[in-house]
C-alpha cells in the first residue's frame, strides 16, 4: 500500500518544489499537477468549507483546481503559491453563492431553523455561564445552522465580506485581495453588512423575549 | 429593555457565530481518491480541449508585434511621400483637409 502511494508521490512530482512542478505543468506535463492537488487539497477543502453549503464542497473544490489549472501561466510567483490559491478559492465560493442567489436556491440552514429552535439556542447562549459551556453551545449543530440561516439572508457579497472580515478576522486588505475588490469597497460592504447582520440577531432576540 | 444590554446581548451572539464558524473552519473536509481522479480528469480534458494560457498570450503578442510593424511602414511611407512633395503640398493638403472644421471657425480674430 505504501509503496503504491510512493510511486503515485513519485509520478506527480510530490517531491518537487511548488515552482518547479508549476513551470513543468505550464510546460504540458500536465499529469505534475497531482502533486500540486494533493499538497493543496486541505487548504483549498478548509476554504471551501467554510464558505460553501456541505453539499458543494466537492463540486466547489473541484473547481478551484480545474480554475488554478487554466490560470496557473499567470501566476508571477512573487507571492507564495497557497495565497494565490486562496484568492481562487475565495473567488470560487462567492461565484456559488452568486449562482445560487440568481436562482433564489439559497439555502436557509437545517431544520433547526425554526422560531422555537432559535429561541432556544439564543437562551442558552445568553444564560452560558462558563466559557466551556459557551464553548459547548457553539459547537452545537444548532449554531451551525443558526449561523448559515443568518447569513442566508445577507447578499452575496455582504456575506463574503462579514464572513471573510468579522468571522476569520481577516484585515480589510487581505478581504480585499482575496475577493480581487477595491479595499474602500469592501470597507463600506463590511461595516453595512455587520451592521445588517447585527439586524438579524436583533430579531433572534425580539423572538427570544416576546 | 435596556439598550445596553440589549447590545451586549447581540455582541454575545454574535461572539457565538464567530466562534462557530472557526470550530467549522477546523474541520478540513476530506477528499476521496475518487474526487482527485475526478479533478485530474477534467484538468486533462481542458488541457487537451484548449491550449494552455501561455500559448494564447504568445499568439497575442506575435499579431500585436504584426500590427505594429505594419503601422510603422505606414507612417514611414506617409512621411517619405510628403517629403517627396515638399512642405508646401502638405501645408495646402492639411489646411483643405481643415478648412470645414469646427476648430478652424474658434480661432481668435475670424470673424
Known amino acids: ?210 | 429593555m435596556n439598550t445596553a444590554r440589549r447590545e451586549e446581548q447581540i455582541d454575545t451572539l454574535e461572539h457565538a457565530l464567530m466562534r462557530a464558524h472557526q470550530v467549522k473552519m477546523q474541520d478540513a473536509p476530506h477528499f476521496s481518491p475518487e474526487w482527485a481522479q475526478d479533478v485530474m480528469r477534467d484538468v486533462r480534458r481542458q488541457a487537451s480541449r484548449e491550449p494552455p494560457s501561455s500559448e494564447v498570450s504568445r499568439v497575442i503578442w506575435r499579431a500585436a508585434a504584426v500590427v505594429a510593424v505594419v503601422s510603422t511602414l505606414l507612417v514611414g511611407s506617409v512621411l517619405a511621400w510628403t517629403a517627396g512633395h515638399g512642405d508646401d503640398d502638405f501645408f495646402v493638403l492639411l489646411t483643405m483637409a481643415t478648412a470645414d472644421s469646427t476648430f478652424s471657425t474658434l480661432l481668435p480674430g475670424e470673424p
Request: hydrophobic share 40%.
Open chain 1, 1 to 210: 500500500m505504501e509503496s503504491v502511494a510512493g510511486c503515485r508521490m513519485v509520478a506527480s512530482g510530490s517531491g518537487l518544489p511548488d515552482e518547479a512542478i508549476i513551470r513543468r505543468v505550464v510546460a504540458g506535463e500536465v499529469d505534475l499537477f497531482e502533486g500540486l492537488l494533493m499538497r493543496y487539497e486541505h487548504h483549498v477543502g478548509r476554504i471551501v468549507a467554510a464558505h460553501v453549503p456541505r453539499e458543494l464542497i466537492d463540486e466547489t473544490a473541484h473547481d478551484v483546481f480545474v480554475r488554478a489549472y487554466m490560470s496557473l501561466p499567470t501566476y508571477s510567483f512573487r507571492t507564495p503559491f497557497s495565497h494565490w490559491l486562496s484568492t481562487i478559492a475565495v473567488r470560487s465560493c462567492y461565484d456559488v453563492w452568486r449562482s445560487l442567489s440568481s436562482r433564489k436556491e439559497v439555502p436557509l440552514g437545517g431544520p433547526s431553523d425554526a422560531v422555537e429552535k432559535q429561541e432556544q439556542w439564543t437562551e442558552h447562549v445568553l444564560a452560558a455561564e462558563s466559557k466551556d459551556r459557551f464553548d459547548t453551545m457553539v459547537r452545537q449543530r444548532d449554531t451551525a445552522n443558526l449561523l448559515q440561516g443568518a447569513l442566508a439572508q445577507l447578499s452575496p457579497e455582504n456575506r463574503m465580506v462579514v464572513t471573510l472580515v468579522h468571522l476569520e478576522g481577516h484585515s480589510v486588505r487581505e478581504a480585499a485581495e482575496l475577493l480581487g475588490w477595491t479595499t474602500i469597497n469592501v470597507k463600506v460592504r463590511a461595516h453595512r453588512a455587520r451592521q445588517q447582520l447585527r439586524k438579524i440577531l436583533d430579531t433572534l432576540l425580539g423572538n427570544h423575549h416576546a
